[in-house]
């Protein structure tokens, strides 16, 4: 299977020629034992009822294909929000590269972190040897001004001990004594990227509010006029985070971002490797202690994290993933209320642009039914706007909601006649979501770049939103959050509903009656 060097073929190309046929096939036929096709048809079929879905939602011992990736994952999303701060997990480098590919392909950007390449040794006498010598070649080969120490499995279930393994790295003089490592528990075989993001920000709040992991005094808060914000795990932190930024210098609010990954995930080509770049200051971490109060944009995020920072006096709120005119009225009506400040008129006309444009497109989304899978303050946010514009989310399925999101989901639902024949459905994986794209026949399906295969499985077409998004490229720069990201997510389902429309209407003199200039 000679190429020619003049003119190199691409996987598009190459594996459409005839020799690549017939090996395939010759494959297939002579080591793959197919069941003859009549077979294969007649389960597909059956693999598409309700008798099917009945089977498929009654197992218990098997996940497929969850939506949902594992703790130390947020872990790293939340440290790399923190200034010149380098991720340190204590476990496997097959692991690590697993978060720092995760987040390169999504961000499209290089994604530092590094492992204490545990291995067999390790996983019968303990990790201790790699995290002493690990902390200290971190420290001096990349230079940090902190490093975030979360677990993986093997770490979790061997039993290491990461506040011991730190001081003796510090007492064998691995790094100063002073400097600064901040630690989470973040076993992979539980919870989800949302817990990992929770346990590792809570610790690193905890390493500096509550006196570096017990080695210092306790701060002593001074209360002023500041608030502190909390994204969450959030795959558009790079827009969304400029937006929120944006949307607080109009209203002329004080603020700290509690991990700001805006900048390490979208580096300028300047010629200038930048290894770290922005995120919040370790002395602004240390200070948002004083803070009246913290605003967390995803309430399921940081289930630990605000009752940490309310025991400490401040006033709390959580949203769910605000996306649309509601939402994110009440967050803007929440800073106000918070910082004691008026809401700026400019911000009431990007409000009104909003209605306006949503009444511009309501008769192409309203009565659409929706099937929507992500993370649950996502899925939350998603579905409530999807509502907001005469949209119907049948199907709202959360892997990593519990039975108080499905409840409060349910809720939702109970406010608008939109939500009158929706069921959210915590704990399911997207297996279960297959089933359900064929008995409840929705329109649209909103998800992650996972959602492709449904989409070739099932013919319901795939509006992404979510993370990660691998097959398409920028979508993190763009916020959905705040009423110009609502725009942004209108936009976004209306150009699908109209590809979609164009594709099924274009037949010449059968079905182009409908393929129209005007939309």
């Given at each position: 299977?000679?190429?020619?060097?003049?003119?190199?073929?691409?996987?598009?190309?190459?594996?459409?020629?005839?020799?690549?046929?017939?090996?395939?096939?010759?494959?297939?036929?002579?080591?793959?034992n197919p069941h003859p096709d009549a077979e294969i048809e007649r389960v597909k079929e059956w693999a598409k009822t309700e008798e099917y879905k009945d089977l498929n939602f009654s197992r218990e011992a098997l996940t497929i294909n969850p939506a949902k990736a594992c703790q130390p994952l947020g872990a790293v999303f939340a440290a790399v929000g923190f200034e010149s701060t380098l991720p340190f997990v204590h476990g496997s480098q097959g692991c690590v590269a697993y978060y720092r590919s995760h987040f390169s392909r999504h961000f499209k950007e290089p994604t530092s972190c590094v492992s204490s390449s545990m291995t067999e040794d390790a996983a019968v006498f303990g990790g201790l040897t790699n995290m002493v010598d690990g902390l200290a070649n971190a420290y001096n080969m990349y230079k940090p001004k902190m490093i975030a120490v979360s677990t993986?499995?093997?770490?979790?279930?061997?039993?290491?001990?990461?506040?011991?393994?730190?001081?003796?790295?510090?007492?064998?003089?691995?790094?100063?004594?002073?400097?600064?490592?901040?630690?989470?528990?973040?076993?992979?075989?539980?919870?989800?990227?949302?817990?990992?993001?929770?346990?590792?920000?809570?610790?690193?709040?905890?390493?500096?509010?509550?006196?570096?992991?017990?080695?210092?005094?306790?701060?002593?808060?001074?209360?002023?006029?500041?608030?502190?914000?909390?994204?969450?795990?959030?795959?558009?932190?790079?827009?969304?985070?400029?937006?929120?930024?944006?949307?607080?210098?109009?209203?002329?609010?004080?603020?700290?971002?509690?991990?700001?990954?805006?900048?390490?995930?979208?580096?300028?080509?300047?010629?200038?490797?930048?290894?770290?770049?922005?995120?919040?200051?370790?002395?602004?971490?240390?200070?948002?202690?004083?803070?009246?109060?913290?605003?967390?944009?995803?309430?399921?995020?940081?289930?630990?994290?605000?009752?940490?920072?309310?025991?400490?006096?401040?006033?709390?709120?959580?949203?769910?993933?605000?996306?649309?005119?509601?939402?994110?009225?009440?967050?803007?009506?929440?800073?106000?209320?918070?910082?004691?400040?008026?809401?700026?008129?400019?911000?009431?006309?990007?409000?009104?642009?909003?209605?306006?444009?949503?009444?511009?497109?309501?008769?192409?989304?309203?009565?659409?039914?929706?099937?929507?899978?992500?993370?649950?303050?996502?899925?939350?946010?998603?579905?409530?706007?999807?509502?907001?514009?005469?949209?119907?989310?049948?199907?709202?399925?959360?892997?990593?909601?519990?039975?108080?999101?499905?409840?409060?989901?349910?809720?939702?639902?109970?406010?608008?006649?939109?939500?009158?024949?929706?069921?959210?459905?915590?704990?399911?994986?997207?297996?279960?979501?297959?089933?359900?794209?064929?008995?409840?026949?929705?329109?649209?399906?909103?998800?992650?770049?996972?959602?492709?295969?449904?989409?070739?499985?099932?013919?319901?077409?795939?509006?992404?939103?979510?993370?990660?998004?691998?097959?398409?490229?920028?979508?993190?720069?763009?916020?959905?959050?705040?009423?110009?990201?609502?725009?942004?997510?209108?936009?976004?389902?209306?150009?699908?509903?109209?590809?979609?429309?164009?594709?099924?209407?274009?037949?010449?003199?059968?079905?182009?009656?409908?393929?129209?200039?005007?939309?």
């Amino acid at each position: 299977m000679p190429q020619d060097a003049d003119q190199v073929k691409d996987h598009f190309e190459l594996f459409r020629g005839d020799e690549y046929k017939d090996m395939l096939a010759k494959k297939r036929s002579e080591f793959e034992n197919p069941h003859p096709d009549a077979e294969i048809e007649r389960v597909k079929e059956w693999a598409k009822t309700e008798e099917y879905k009945d089977l498929n939602f009654s197992r218990e011992a098997l996940t497929i294909n969850p939506a949902k990736a594992c703790q130390p994952l947020g872990a790293v999303f939340a440290a790399v929000g923190f200034e010149s701060t380098l991720p340190f997990v204590h476990g496997s480098q097959g692991c690590v590269a697993y978060y720092r590919s995760h987040f390169s392909r999504h961000f499209k950007e290089p994604t530092s972190c590094v492992s204490s390449s545990m291995t067999e040794d390790a996983a019968v006498f303990g990790g201790l040897t790699n995290m002493v010598d690990g902390l200290a070649n971190a420290y001096n080969m990349y230079k940090p001004k902190m490093i975030a120490v979360s677990t993986t499995c093997m770490a979790e279930v061997i039993g290491d001990d990461l506040n011991a393994f730190i001081k003796t790295a510090k007492e064998k003089e691995s790094l100063p004594e002073e400097f600064d490592v901040p630690f989470a528990h973040t076993p992979a075989f539980v919870g989800s990227h949302i817990t990992g993001y929770d346990n590792a920000m809570k610790g690193i709040l905890e390493h500096f509010w509550d006196g570096k992991a017990k080695t210092a005094p306790k701060l002593e808060r001074v209360p002023n006029g500041s608030i502190n914000f909390l994204n969450g795990f959030d795959g558009y932190a790079v827009g969304n985070l400029r937006e929120v930024k944006r949307i607080f210098d109009m209203m002329q609010v004080e603020y700290t971002i509690l991990g700001d990954q805006s900048d390490v995930w979208d580096t300028p080509t300047d010629g200038t490797f930048r290894m770290y770049d922005g995120g919040t200051t370790l002395e602004d971490a240390a200070n948002a202690i004083h803070a009246k109060g913290t605003i967390s944009m995803q309430e399921y995020c940081t289930e630990k994290t605000l009752p940490f920072i309310a025991a400490h006096g401040q006033e709390t709120a959580a949203f769910n993933h605000p996306i649309g005119i509601e939402a994110t009225d009440s967050f803007v009506m929440e800073v106000a209320r918070m910082a004691g400040v008026e809401i700026p008129d400019e911000l009431a006309k990007e409000r009104g642009r909003l209605v306006d444009a949503i009444a511009d497109s309501n008769a192409h989304i309203h009565g659409k039914k929706f099937a929507i899978y992500g993370d649950p303050d996502l899925a939350y946010g998603l579905a409530k706007f999807v509502m907001e514009l005469g949209g119907e989310p049948v199907v709202v399925l959360s892997t990593n909601g519990g039975k108080a999101w499905a409840a409060k989901m349910q809720e939702l639902f109970d406010s608008s006649p939109f939500g009158a024949n929706c069921k959210a459905y915590p704990g399911k994986d997207l297996w279960h979501m297959r089933s359900l794209l064929f008995t409840e026949a929705p329109d649209f399906l909103i998800g992650n770049t996972y959602g492709k295969y449904l989409e070739r499985d099932t013919g319901v077409p795939l509006i992404r939103i979510g993370f990660p998004i691998f097959d398409r490229h920028h979508k993190h720069r763009y916020p959905v959050w705040g009423y110009q990201g609502g725009l942004n997510v209108l936009v976004t389902i209306l150009d699908r509903i109209f590809e979609h429309m164009d594709a099924t209407t274009n037949v010449p003199s059968k079905t182009d009656y409908s393929y129209d200039i005007i939309r």
